[in-house]
């Protein structure tokens, strides 16, 4: 991770996993609201990977010098909500290597390859 010289930080508002299952369908309750995570042993309620995922690659892919065509992932720990994060990446040519850390902590919430 030390080799990631770009940083964009975002914030994942509390309310985001419901907005996300309106859009996608997936209404698992760890992503709706504390107390239902909290049945699942989960503190708060948790963003969705792929919203997670796919905020990242917004933030990663303009950096790029040509459209992106694979992408690789993988999903190290849940994001809490509301949550405070930023994505570190380094850019070669069209390719990305990133991850998806906390701000407040050394969790590491996924890490990936766009190119």
Known sequence: LSQLAQ???FDAPADIGRRY???CGDYNPIHLYALTARMFGFPRAIAHG???LARSCALVQPSL???PK???VSFKQPLL???KVAVKFNVSGDAAQFALLSRSSDKVH???SLS
Do not use: H, N, Q
């Open 7 to 9: 940083y964009r930080s």
């Open 21 to 23: 299952a309106k859009v």
């Open 50 to 52: 792929m919203w997670s």
């Open 65 to 67: 010098a040509g459209e």
């Open 70 to 72: 694979r992408l690789e």
């Open 81 to 83: 909500l509301p949550g």
């Open 110 to 112: 996924l890490t990936g």
